[in-house]
């Protein structure tokens, strides 16, 4: 089967395609043309998932999913949640929206929080949507190089590591992007 995966993050795509594995062809929006800008404007991560999904089905008429991953901190009322890829500002990138969280949380004692990831599927013009969180907290520091995003803060549960310390395969099989996918994969595999 071919699916559209309507990212261009180069990181997404490798992580995607290693929890697939070969089941699947997973098509990049580069693989198939596409250069538009989608904007992201729901106020939720279900909302951009969908946003992204319907103008590639739409446009291209493929088979498709589009994914949206918030980090949600809960002293931090569920923020960065749905701006976690632009927390610090439009033009910012990773270093600067984990700066900003760290110093956000910096004095508070509750540094819980989790990855959640929502893949919103459309196949023949029919929509699913699949959820994978990993529960964790946020370290004081960054702690690894590896990863890409809040990695190098964010502890999952039951670990000492942060995910940007962790292989790869270890990181996907226990990432929220895994558990997402993995709902995903179990639901094509039924068709």
Do not use: W
Request: net charge negative.
């Amino acid at each position: 089967m071919k699916l559209v995966f309507a990212t261009n993050n180069k990181h997404k795509l490798e992580e995607m395609r290693a929890i697939l594995g070969g089941k699947v062809e997973l098509l990049s929006l580069a693989d198939i043309g596409c250069e538009d800008d989608i904007p992201e404007t729901a106020e939720t991560l279900e909302g951009n998932a969908l946003i992204k999904a319907r103008h590639i089905y739409e446009k291209y008429y493929l088979s498709c999913f589009a994914d949206d991953t918030g980090l949600e901190v809960d002293a931090l009322g569920g923020a960065p949640g749905v701006y976690s890829a632009r927390y610090a500002g439009e033009n910012n990138d990773s270093e600067a929206n984990m700066q900003k969280l760290l110093q956000n949380l910096t004095g508070k004692s509750d540094r819980h929080a989790q990855f959640r990831t929502v893949i919103a599927l459309i196949i023949d013009g029919e929509e699913k949507l699949f959820d994978g969180v990993v529960r964790g907290e946020i370290a004081t520091e960054r702690k690894g190089e590896a990863g890409f995003g809040y990695d190098p803060v964010f502890v999952p549960e039951g670990y000492d590591a942060s995910f940007a310390q962790m292989p790869s395969e270890q990181k996907n099989a226990i990432s929220h992007r895994s558990r997402a996918a993995s709902a995903l994969n179990d639901y094509l595999q039924t068709l």
